[in-house]
């Protein structure tokens, strides 16, 4: 697929078949996410693949009033994204922009490959952040300098969504200065 159209073709999918997902296939999503660029290539991201499924009802039991809880329990795999804190957007241990730590945005340019590149291959995702991260990071064992960021279950599709429709470029895009059309 090209790259636009992938883009332009993905649905966050919240209803999943229970067919299983190859380990070659989900390397293939794993690669894409390790491929993300990062702050100074820091790679602050730990990805937890779940398959367990006494793991995927804990993780669901977290989920905060979610469309998804039922797709964090049926998925055959949940990935869950982790990031290491204090190196993304640091230079000698300090923040080096007035940003703070950028590790929402690592995992996210990670987390975006990975879906896109699932979506390339016939499998659903759905970016999942609706949840207590505490409790999840308990539930993983997740050790301390390290917090969850998001989820996502990973299986083949059992629904067509709508398209979620989005604002028009001339709302989003200015010229020169903001505000500027
Ligand atoms: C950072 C982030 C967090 C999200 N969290 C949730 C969530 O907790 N539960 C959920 O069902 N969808 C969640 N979504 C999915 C959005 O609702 C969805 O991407 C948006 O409505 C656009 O729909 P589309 O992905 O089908 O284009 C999240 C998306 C993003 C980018």
Same mark, same amino acid.
């Not at 960021?149 to 990973?154: A, G, I």
């Given at each position: +697929?090209?790259?636009?159209? #992938?883009?332009?073709?993905?649905?966050?999918?919240?209803?999943?078949? #229970?067919?299983?997902?190859?380990?070659?296939?989900?390397?293939?999503?794993?690669? %894409?996410?390790? @491929?993300?660029?990062? @702050?100074?290539?820091?790679?602050? @991201?730990?990805?937890?693949?779940?398959?367990?499924?006494?793991?995927?009802?804990? !993780?669901?039991?977290?989920?905060?009033?979610?469309?998804?809880?039922?797709?964090? +329990?049926?998925?055959?795999?949940?990935?869950? &994204?982790?990031?290491?804190?204090?190196?993304?957007?640091?230079?000698? =241990?300090?923040? %080096? #922009?007035?940003?703070?730590? @950028?590790? +929402?945005?690592?995992?996210?340019?990670? +987390?975006?490959?990975?879906?896109?590149? &699932?979506?390339?291959?016939?499998?659903?995702?759905?970016? !999942?952040?609706?949840?207590?991260?505490?409790?999840?990071?308990?539930?993983?064992?997740?050790?301390?300098?390290?917090?969850?960021?998001?989820?996502?279950?990973?299986? *083949? #599709?059992?629904?067509?969504?709508?398209?979620?429709?989005?604002?028009?470029?001339? =709302?989003?895009?200015? *010229?020169?200065?903001?505000?500027?059309?």
């Amino acid at each position: +697929m090209e790259v636009l159209e #992938t883009i332009k073709t993905r649905r966050s999918i919240r209803k999943y078949q #229970t067919t299983p997902v190859d380990d070659r296939v989900l390397e293939q999503v794993l690669e %894409a996410a390790r @491929w993300a660029p990062s @702050w100074k290539n820091s790679q602050c @991201w730990r990805f937890i693949v779940v398959r367990d499924n006494k793991v995927k009802a804990e !993780l669901a039991g977290a989920l905060i009033s979610n469309p998804s809880t039922e797709a964090v +329990m049926s998925a055959p795999v949940v990935i869950v &994204a982790c990031a290491e804190l204090g190196k993304s957007g640091y230079h000698q =241990e300090k923040a %080096a #922009t007035d940003k703070g730590d @950028w590790y +929402m945005f690592d995992v996210a340019l990670a +987390m975006q490959n990975l879906v896109l590149v &699932a979506h390339s291959l016939g499998l659903g995702t759905v970016h !999942l952040g609706l949840f207590d991260a505490k409790s999840a990071a308990n539930i993983l064992r997740v050790p301390d300098g390290y917090c969850v960021v998001e989820m996502t279950p990973l299986g *083949y #599709t059992d629904q067509e969504p709508q398209v979620r429709p989005r604002k028009e470029l001339s =709302e989003i895009v200015f *010229y020169d200065s903001f505000g500027k059309r």
